[in-house]
C-alpha cells in the first residue's frame, strides 16, 4: 500500500485513544445498588461499539492531521502511443529564418516554429513517453524519457535561448539512441531529428549508428528545415565531384538515413506549414499498442480520513439523542 | 425558550461544535496565502577544470563535477515542494540552458536523471571565459525571473586579459543570484582525456598557455622583454606558470559576484549550500492555495477529547462531597 504520513511526531496523539477507554464521555447516573442491575450483554456490546467509534474518530483525525497519504506508485498499462525521442540541433543557422535570414517583423525563425509545433505535438501524446536531446558540437542530455509533459515542455521551452555552435550529428544520434538503452522494449520506438543542416558522418560513427538502430529497434524521422536555396535532402549534383559527403552533406545524412535497416522517414519543410504537416503525420503514425508505465502521483488520504471523523462523530452526535435522560 | 434535554449535556455542544468544525473543514479546506517561492536556474561549469578531483565522497576522490552533481541531486529533496528548478551549462564562453525551471516535486525523477547526466563531454567548446560566461547567463536569464546560481571554480583557460572583461555595470542589480565556488584551494592537476574519452594523465605546463596573449597587453610596453608592437604585444619571452593546475578561485569569484551585484558561497557541504539558496532574497511572495484542514481538524480533536475528560460536574461534585464530608465531621 506504500503508506506513509508527513509529520510522524503527530502520530504520537494516537495516545489519545486511552481517553474513551478510561472515560464513558456520557452522562452517568446514580444508581443506589449497581449489583441489583442485571447482566446485560447488549449494553456492554454498544458502550464497547461506542467505545470503539471514539477511537475511530480520534484516529482518523490524528491520522489526517499528520498527513496521511499513499506514495508516488507506478502502474503499468496498455494504451496507444510511442517512446519518442526529439532530438534538437542547437546550431546558430537554426536561429535563422526559413529564408535564411534573421528574422525580422512577422517572420518566424526555425526554432521558434519548430519550438511552437513540437509543443503541440508533446501536448497531443498524452500516453506517450518523450526525451529531449539537443546536439551542436557536442551532444547535450537535455529530459530523459518522460510522461511528464510539462517537464519536456520545459526543455522544448528553453531552445529559446540563443543557440550553440556547429552541427555533429552523429555524436547527437549516438546520444539519443543512448535514451533507449535499458528501456522496456515495448510499442514503437523512434527519433524525431529536428535540424537545419547536415554533417558528414565518418566510417566508424556510421557503423555504429547502424548496429545501434538495429540494437535498438529505433524508428528515424528527420525533419529538415529547408532553408530556401539551400541544398534539400533529394537534390542531385550537378558535377561528379561535388558528389561526396564534404559537398552535400544533406543528400548523403539521407541515403545513410535510407540504408539502415530501421524505418526511416524523411520531411523537407521549407515552411512552418510544411513542417506542421509533417509533424501531424508522425502524429498519425506512431500509434501502436504500447505498454508503458503510469505513474500514478502520490495521493493525499488525509481527506478520507476527515471524511470518515465527520461520519463516525456525526453517528455519535445521533446516538446522544438516545441517551436516556434521567428527569 | 425550550432548550432541547439532549444539548443540556455540554457533551453534546462539543459534539457540535466539533462536527461544525469538521464541516467548515469541508467548506474551506484551503485559503489563498502569501507563500515564499523560490525559483533557480542551476548554471553548472562543465570545463576540463572541473574534472581536478579534490573533493571527497566516502573516501573516495570525486571530481568537482561529480561533487557538484551528488550536491545538487541531494539537494533537490530538501527544497520546498513548489520550488521550480531549471538547469544549464556553461563552457567556453556562454551557458546553455538545458530546460526551463520546472516544480521540483511534479518532476523529481526528470531533475533527478538530468543532473545525474551533465557531463563534461557535453562541452561544446574547450575554452572556459568565467567573466564572459557570467555575463552571458545574466544576460540570457535577466528576463525569466529565476534566480541564478552559477557553479564554478573559476579557471579561466586561457587567462584573461584584464583589459577586456565585461562590464557587469548593465547587469547589477537586474538578476539575483549566487555564484557557487566549486574545488580546493590548494592547485591540484586537471585530468586529461583522449578522443575515445579515456584517461591519460595530465595537463603539463607545456598543454597550455600560461598568460593572455590576446589584444593589447596591459603592460607598460617598456616593462616587457621583446616588446613589439605589431608582433609580439606581450613580449618573446616564454611565460611558464601554473595555469596547468586548478584551483578554486575564490577572490576572483567574490570579485565577479561583488561587480554583478551577486551572493558568493563555497560549496562544501549540503547544508551551507542550502542556507545560501533559502534566503528571502531569492524568494517571492506568491499566492499560494494553502491546506488549512488541519486548524479544524485540531478543534474538532481538542473538542472531541474533552467529552472523554472526566466530567468538570464530577470533578465539582466530588470536591463538594469532601467539603460536605469535612463539614460534617467538623459539626
Redesign the interface.
Known sequence: MNLAVDSPWLLWGLLLNGLPLLNQGMRLHDQPWLTLLPVDRLSQALSLLLKLVAMLVITSLILGLAGLHRREQSRERIGKGAHIVLLLDRSNSMDDSFAGRTPEGREESKSSAARRLLTEFVQHRQADRIGVAAYSTAPLFVMPLTENKTAVEAAIAATATPALAYTHVAKGLGMALSFFQDQPLTGSRSIVLVSDGAAAIDKDDELKLRAWFQQHQVRLYWLFLRTANSPGIYDVAQDARDDNAQAMPERYLHQFFSSLKTPYQAYEAESPDALKKAIADINELENQPLHYVERLPRQDLSGVCYVLATVYLGLLLAVKFLEVKKC | MIIH??LR?Y??IF??V??LA??G??IK?VSQQYARQYNFTFVVDITRSMNATDYKMADQAVSRLEFVKHQLRALLPHLPCSTKI?L??FTER?S????????IC??Y???D??IS???W?????ADSNIAKGLFNTLA?LQKSHSTVVFITDGQEAPPVNPSYLPDFAAMKGKVKGLIVGTGGLQAVPIPKFDAQGNASGFYQADDVPHRSSFGQSNLDPSQIEGYDARNAPFGSKAVVGTEHLSALQESYLTQLAHQAGLNYTRLTDLEPLQQALQIPEFSTQQLAPVDV??YF??V??LM??C????PLS?VWHWFRLKKTKDNVYVD
Open positions: 434535554p439532549v449535556d457533551r453534546s459534539l457540535l466539533a462536527l469538521m464541516l473543514l469541508f479546506p531549471g544549464g551549462v556562454r546553455s540552458l538545458l530546460f526551463e525551471p520546472v516544480e511534479n518532476s525523477t526528470e531533475l536523471t538530468a547526466k551533465l557531463d563531454r557535453m562541452a561544446w567548446a540570457m484542514r488541519g481538524a485540531a474538532a480533536l472531541f477529547c467529552i472523554y475528560l472526566p464530577s
